[in-house]
C-alpha cells in the first residue's frame, strides 16, 4: 500500500485488524487454562468445609481441626473466661471488637478460630493443657510475641489483626459446619 | 569486541564447517582470544567461579530428582533415602545443598567487586541488570529447593514466604491461594515448587549467557576503571585467566569440600530434620544464611506508614532493597569508576559491607530489644547508601588522578 498516499481505511486493513483480534482473544483463551491450573483445584475445594462435633469437648478445654490444611482453634470457654473477655474495654483493643462479635449469639461458650497468628502466620500456642497461654489468659505466638486474650483478640506484641473467624454454623448445640 | 579473531582454519573440513557454522570460530573468539585487561585482579575471578557452581548446582540436582519424590507423604524420606541408601547419595546431597551456601557466598563477593569497582557504570548498565535478574532468580530457586525436603524450615519459610503476598490489596489473597494452589502450603504447592526449582536453572543459564554477551560488547572492566586503549592493555583470556581463574577453583573447591565430607549440615537448620507439621511452628523461624540481610530488612517495618500497614511496608522494602540496585547505574553518577580512586566513597562503601553482614546478622536474631532497633538503623543505611550518599558523593567528591592507561598503571606499580 506504499502507493496508496491517502489516509483511507481498506477491506485489507479491516481484514488485518480483525485476523489480529481473533489471534489475541484466542491466544489469550488458550494461555488461561495454563494459568488457571495453579489455582486451589476441585479435591483441594471438594475439602474447603467440615463438620466439627463438639459434643466431646469438657469445659475449659480446647480442640484443634483441620480446615483447609489449617489448624481451627475450638475453644470450651469458662463462665469466668467469657466474663473475663466481656470486661475488657475497647480502648484497649488493638483490632476492637467486642466479645459478641467473636462468637455466636447463645453459643458464647464456643470460640471458633483459625489458629493462625495475623503476624507472619505461625501457630499460637495455649491449645494444650500446660502451654503457654500469654499475658491474657488465651493464646501466645511463639514466633514473634504476639499475645492473644480469651476471645482471640491481639492484646501485645506485632501482629496487626484479631485471629480470623472461619465462617461456621451450628447445625445443632453440638455441631457445627466449618466453611 | 567481535572480530578480534585470529583463527584461520587449517584444513578443509573446518574451512567448509566454519562457512556454514562459524562455531569454532566463536569459541576462539569468546573463549580463547577474547582480550582481557592485563591487570584484573583476583576479585574478578568469581565470575567463572559462579560458573562452575551453576553447573555443580544442575548436575547434582538432576541426579537427586532421580531419587526424590515431590508429595508431601514421601518427600521427607526420600531425602533420608537419598542421604542413607542411594549409592554416594550422602555426598551428592551434601554438594547439592552445601552448593547453594557456596553459589551465594561467591555471587555476593562477584557483586561487591561490582559495587567497588563500579562496574555497573556507563557501557555496562545492562551487564549489571542482567547480574540483579539473575540475583533474584538464585533467590527464588534456593527458596523453592529449601521447601522440597518438606522439613519444619521448609513448611514454616514456605508459609511466610507465600503469606507475604497477602500483604498486597484487595487481590493478595486470591494470588496467596494462586500461589499455593490451596489454602494453606500443602501437596499442590510442593509439587509447582519441584517443578519450577527444575526449570529456574536452566532459565538461569539463559540470562548467564545474555549476561556473558553484554559483558563481551564493552569487554571486562579492571581495578584501575580505565577503558582499554590498545592490545599493550590485555591479555587473551586463554590461557593467562582460564589458569587464573582454574586456580580459584580450585581453592574454593577445598572449603567447599570440607563442608560436603565433614559438615554437610552446619549451614541448615535442625528444625529441617523435623517432618513439615502445619500445627506446630518451629520456635525460630529463619531463612538461610544468605537470604537474612533481606529478613533482616523485611521485619525491620513493624509500623503504619500513611495507608501502608507494616506488613505490606516490609515486602516493598524487602523487594526494594533488590530492585533499587536495578537502578543504580543511574543512581551513582561519579564518572570515576573505580573506588581506588574515590576517598570519600571509600569509608562509605567499606560501611556498607559491614552493614550488610550486621543486617545478615540480625536476619537470624528475634525480633526483639536492641535487634529491632539496629535493624532499622541499618535498614536505612542501606537504602540512605544507594539513595543519598552516593548521589551527593558524585557531586561533591575529588577523585585522585587516574592513570592514563592500563598499562602505564601496571609499569608504575611494577617500578
Same mark, same amino acid.
Given at each position: 500500500m506504499?502507493?496508496?498516499?491517502k489516509?483511507?481505511s481498506t477491506?485489507r486493513?479491516?481484514?488485518?485488524?480483525?485476523t489480529? %483480534?481473533?489471534a %489475541?482473544?484466542?491466544g489469550?483463551a488458550?494461555?488461561?487454562p495454563l494459568?488457571d491450573q495453579m489455582n486451589p483445584d476441585?479435591?483441594v475445594?471438594?475439602? %474447603?468445609?467440615i463438620?466439627a462435633?463438639?459434643?466431646?469437648?469438657?469445659?475449659g478445654q480446647?480442640v484443634?481441626?483441620?480446615?483447609?490444611?489449617?489448624?481451627v482453634?475450638?475453644?470450651?470457654?469458662?463462665p469466668?473466661?467469657?466474663?473475663?473477655?466481656k470486661?475488657?474495654s475497647?480502648d484497649?483493643?488493638k483490632d476492637p %471488637?467486642?466479645?459478641?462479635e467473636r462468637?455466636?449469639?447463645?453459643?458464647?461458650?464456643w470460640?471458633v478460630?483459625?489458629?493462625l497468628c495475623?503476624h507472619l502466620?505461625?501457630?499460637?500456642?495455649g491449645q494444650k493443657?500446660g502451654?503457654?497461654k500469654?499475658?491474657?489468659?488465651g493464646w501466645f505466638?511463639?514466633?514473634?510475641?504476639?499475645?492473644? &486474650?480469651?476471645?482471640g483478640?491481639?492484646?501485645?506484641?506485632p501482629?496487626?489483626k484479631?485471629?480470623?473467624?472461619?465462617?461456621?454454623?451450628?447445625?445443632s &448445640?453440638?455441631l457445627?459446619?466449618i466453611g | 569486541?567481535a572480530?578480534?579473531?585470529?583463527y584461520?582454519?587449517?584444513n578443509?573440513?573446518?574451512?567448509?564447517?566454519?562457512e556454514?557454522?562459524p562455531?569454532?570460530?566463536?569459541s576462539?573468539?569468546?573463549?580463547?582470544?577474547f582480550?582481557s585487561p592485563?591487570?584484573i585482579?583476583?576479585?574478578?575471578?568469581?565470575g567463572?567461579?559462579?560458573a562452575i557452581?551453576?553447573?555443580?548446582?544442575i548436575?547434582?540436582g538432576?541426579?537427586?530428582?532421580m531419587?526424590?519424590t515431590?508429595?508431601?507423604a514421601?518427600?521427607?524420606d526420600?531425602? #533420608?533415602?537419598?542421604r542413607?541408601?542411594?549409592?554416594?547419595?550422602r *555426598?551428592i546431597?551434601g554438594?547439592?545443598?552445601?552448593?547453594?551456601?557456596m553459589f551465594?557466598? +561467591?555471587?555476593?563477593?562477584?557483586?561487591?567487586r561490582?559495587?567497588?569497582?563500579?562496574?555497573?557504570? +556507563?557501557? $555496562?548498565?545492562i551487564l549489571?541488570?542482567l547480574?540483579? =535478574?539473575?540475583f533474584?532468580?538464585?533467590m527464588a530457586?534456593?527458596?523453592?529447593?529449601?521447601?522440597l525436603?518438606?522439613?519444619?524450615?521448609?513448611?514454616?519459610?514456605?508459609? =511466610?514466604?507465600?503469606? @507475604?503476598?497477602?500483604?498486597?490489596?484487595i487481590?493478595?489473597?486470591?494470588i496467596?491461594?494462586f500461589l499455593?494452589?490451596?489454602f494453606?502450603?500443602?501437596n499442590?504447592t510442593l509439587n509447582r515448587f519441584?517443578?519450577?526449582?527444575y526449570?529456574?536453572p536452566?532459565?538461569?543459564?539463559a540470562?548467564v549467557a545474555?549476561?556473558?554477551?553484554?559483558?563481551h560488547?564493552p569487554g571486562n572492566?579492571?581495578?584501575?576503571?580505565? #577503558?582499554?586503549?590498545?592490545?599493550?592493555?590485555t591479555?587473551?583470556f586463554?590461557?593467562?585467566?582460564?589458569?587464573k581463574?582454574?586456580?580459584?577453583?580450585v581453592?574454593?573447591?577445598?572449603?567447599? +569440600?570440607? /563442608?560436603v565430607?565433614f559438615?554437610p549440615?552446619?549451614l541448615?537448620?535442625a528444625?529441617?530434620?523435623i517432618?513439615?507439621?502445619p500445627?506446630?511452628t518451629p520456635?525460630h523461624?529463619v531463612?538461610?544464611?544468605y @537470604?537474612?540481610?533481606?529478613?533482616a530488612?523485611?521485619r525491620?517495618i513493624d /509500623?503504619?506508614v /500513611?495507608?501502608i500497614s507494616?506488613k505490606?511496608?516490609?515486602?516493598? *522494602?524487602?523487594f526494594g !532493597?533488590?530492585?533499587i540496585?536495578?537502578?543504580?547505574?543511574? @543512581?551513582?553518577?561519579s564518572?570515576v $569508576?573505580?573506588?581506588?580512586?574515590?576517598?570519600?566513597?571509600?569509608?562509605?562503601?567499606w @560501611?556498607?559491607v559491614?552493614n550488610?553482614l550486621?543486617l545478615?546478622?540480625l536476619g537470624g536474631?528475634g525480633? #526483639?530489644g536492641i535487634?529491632v532497633i539496629?535493624s532499622?538503623?541499618?535498614t536505612?543505611y542501606?537504602f540512605?547508601?544507594?539513595?543519598?550518599i552516593?548521589p551527593i558523593?558524585? $557531586?561533591?567528591?575529588?577523585?585522585?588522578p587516574l592513570? !592514563? !592507561? *592500563? !598499562?602505564q598503571?601496571v609499569l608504575?606499580?611494577?617500578?
Open positions: 506504499a502507493t496508496n498516499t489516509e483511507e477491506r486493513d479491516f481484514l488485518f485488524v480483525t489480529g %483480534a481473533f %489475541a482473544v484466542g489469550a488458550a494461555v488461561w494459568i476441585a479435591s475445594k471438594a475439602l %474447603a468445609s463438620e462435633d463438639l459434643s466431646a469437648i469438657e469445659e480446647s484443634t481441626f483441620k480446615w483447609r490444611g489449617q489448624p482453634f475450638v475453644r470450651h470457654r469458662t469466668s473466661e467469657i466474663e473475663e473477655a470486661a475488657v475497647l484497649d483493643l %471488637a467486642p466479645d459478641s462468637v455466636i449469639a447463645g453459643h458464647e461458650q470460640l478460630m483459625v489458629g495475623t502466620g505461625c501457630v499460637p500456642l493443657p502451654e503457654e500469654g499475658d491474657f489468659n505466638c511463639p514466633c514473634h510475641g504476639s499475645h492473644y &486474650d480469651s476471645a483478640r491481639i492484646r501485645k506484641g501482629a496487626p484479631n485471629l480470623v473467624l472461619p465462617p461456621f454454623e451450628f447445625l &448445640d453440638t457445627i459446619k | 569486541m572480530g578480534n579473531s585470529n584461520n582454519p587449517t578443509k573440513v573446518e574451512k567448509w564447517f566454519d556454514r557454522l562455531l569454532l570460530r566463536f576462539k573468539e569468546h573463549l580463547m582470544d582480550p592485563r591487570n585482579n583476583y576479585w574478578w575471578t568469581f567463572a567461579v559462579l557452581m551453576l553447573i555443580v548446582q548436575v547434582t538432576i541426579i537427586l530428582a531419587h526424590y515431590p508429595n508431601i514421601m518427600a521427607f526420600s531425602v #533420608e533415602h537419598i542413607r541408601d542411594v549409592n554416594y547419595g *555426598i546431597q554438594t547439592h545443598a552445601v552448593g547453594a551456601s551465594f557466598f +561467591a555471587v555476593y563477593v562477584h557483586m561487591f561490582g559495587l567497588y569497582y563500579g562496574s555497573y557504570k +556507563a557501557p $555496562r548498565e549489571w541488570i547480574g540483579v =535478574v539473575i533474584l532468580l538464585m530457586t534456593a527458596f523453592m529447593g529449601y521447601v525436603p518438606w522439613g519444619q524450615m521448609s513448611f514454616w519459610g514456605a508459609t =511466610v514466604i507465600t503469606n @507475604l503476598f497477602s500483604a498486597i490489596p487481590i493478595g489473597t486470591p496467596l491461594e499455593r494452589g490451596g494453606a502450603v500443602d499442590p519441584f517443578s519450577l526449582h526449570l529456574l536452566f532459565v538461569i543459564a540470562v545474555l549476561h556473558i554477551w553484554a559483558l560488547v572492566g579492571n581495578p584501575t576503571g580505565v #577503558e582499554v586503549k590498545s592490545s599493550a592493555d591479555l587473551p586463554h590461557p593467562y585467566f582460564t589458569m581463574d582454574l586456580f580459584v577453583v581453592v574454593f573447591f577445598i572449603p567447599f +569440600a570440607w /563442608f565430607f559438615a549440615d552446619i541448615g537448620h528444625d529441617n530434620y517432618e513439615a507439621n500445627f506446630v520456635a523461624i531463612p538461610e544464611w @537470604l537474612l540481610p533481606f529478613y530488612m523485611l525491620a /509500623f503504619d /500513611f495507608f507494616a505490606l511496608g516490609g515486602v516493598i *522494602i524487602m !532493597s533488590i530492585i540496585l536495578m537502578v543504580l547505574p543511574w @543512581l551513582d553518577g564518572k $569508576r573505580s573506588g581506588s580512586f574515590r576517598p570519600m566513597f571509600k569509608p562509605f562503601y @560501611l556498607f559491614l550488610f550486621l545478615m546478622y536474631q525480633a #526483639e535487634y539496629l532499622k538503623v541499618a536505612a542501606y540512605g547508601y544507594f539513595l543519598v552516593l558523593l558524585a $557531586r561533591i567528591e575529588t577523585p585522585k592513570p !592514563s !592507561s *592500563i !598499562s598503571a608504575d606499580k611494577n617500578k
